[in-house]
C-alpha cells in the first residue's frame, strides 16, 4: 500500500510540474495576436536575427562535436596525469553564469598577449560574429563532453580488444567500431549543443556584444526588444527558439526510433 502511494504521489508530481512547465511555454503562443507575431516574423531584423543564429549554432556545433569526440574518448579509455583535474576544468563552465563565462572569455580574447597575438595574424573576437561563435562553443563544450564522455565509458572496452586482436590499429579500432557503437550518444549531444548553441546569451553578449543587426542572435533580439519594449518582437523571438528546439528534439527522436528499427530488423 505505501509504494503504491508513493507510486501515485511521484506520477502525480510528474504531470504536475510537466503541465506547469507546458502551459509556461504555451503562454508565448497565445498572449500575442497572430498578426503581430506575422509581422514579427517577416520584419528584416527577425530574419537577420534566425539567419546568424543557425550559421553560428551550426558552426559552434561542428567545431565542438570535432573536439568533443577525442575529448570524451580520451577522458573514458586513458589514464593520464591530471586527468581529475582535467575532467573538473571542462565541467567547470556548468556551474557559473554564462556571464562570468563571458566575461572571462572577453578578458582572455581582449587586450592580452594572446588577443594581441591573434589580432597581428587578423583574428578579431571581441565585439564581432566569430565572437558569437567562440561564445556558443565555450557554453555548449562542457555538455557535450560529459554525453560524449559518458557514452564511450558505457561501451565495453572488450569490443575495442577483439577488434586489436584482428589486426586493427588503435584509430581504425575507433572508427570502425567505437564509434559506430556510439552513434545514438554522438547523435544526442549534437541536439544538445545546437540547442545550447542557439540559447546561449549571456557569453555571447559580453564577448560578441549585443549590437542590432550586427552581432544580434535570437536571444539578444529577445533582449533587445524587451529593452525598447517591443514586447511582440521579443515574444516572437521566443517562440522561434522554442520552435527551433522541438524541431531538433523531434529530429533526435525520429533517428534515434529509425535506428532502434534497423537494429531491431
Do not use: C, W
Amino acid at each position: 500500500m505505501e509504494g503504491l502511494r508513493f507510486r501515485n504521489l511521484s506520477v502525480l508530481l510528474a504531470l504536475i510540474f510537466t503541465l506547469f512547465l507546458f502551459t509556461a511555454v504555451a503562454t508565448l503562443f497565445f498572449v500575442p495576436r497572430p498578426s503581430e507575431i506575422l509581422k514579427a516574423l517577416k520584419s528584416e531584423e527577425m530574419i537577420y536575427s534566425l539567419k546568424l543564429s543557425l550559421i553560428t549554432a551550426s558552426l559552434s556545433t561542428l567545431l565542438v562535436i570535432l573536439i568533443g569526440i577525442p575529448i570524451g574518448y580520451a577522458l573514458s579509455r586513458f589514464s593520464f596525469p591530471g586527468k581529475s583535474a582535467v575532467k573538473s576544468i571542462l565541467d567547470l563552465p556548468m556551474a557559473f553564469p554564462e556571464l562570468v563565462l563571458g566575461l572571462a572569455l572577453l578578458l582572455l580574447f581582449g587586450n592580452t598577449a594572446f588577443g594581441k597575438l591573434l589580432s597581428d595574424f587578423g583574428i578579431k573576437v571581441v565585439f564581432t560574429k566569430l565572437g558569437i561563435v567562440v561564445a556558443q562553443f565555450f557554453t555548449a563544450f562542457p555538455y557535450a563532453v560529459r554525453v560524449i564522455h559518458t557514452t564511450f565509458e558505457g561501451i565495453s572496452p572488450r569490443y575495442e580488444l577483439v577488434a586489436r586482436s584482428l589486426g586493427y590499429t588503435e584509430f581504425e579500432t575507433f572508427r570502425k567500431v567505437t564509434l559506430p557503437m556510439a552513434k545514438g550518444g554522438l547523435l544526442a549531444s549534437t541536439i544538445i549543443t545546437f540547442a545550447r548553441s542557439m540559447g546561449a546569451f549571456g557569453a555571447v553578449l559580453i564577448l560578441a556584444g549585443g549590437s542590432y543587426m550586427n552581432t544580434e542572435i535570437l536571444p539578444v533580439t529577445l533582449y533587445l526588444n524587451i529593452s525598447y519594449g517591443n514586447i511582440g518582437m521579443a515574444i516572437t523571438s521566443g517562440i522561434v527558439l522554442v520552435v527551433v528546439s522541438f524541431l531538433a528534439i523531434l529530429l533526435f527522436e525520429k533517428l534515434e526510433d529509425e535506428e532502434h528499427g534497423t537494429v531491431r530488423g
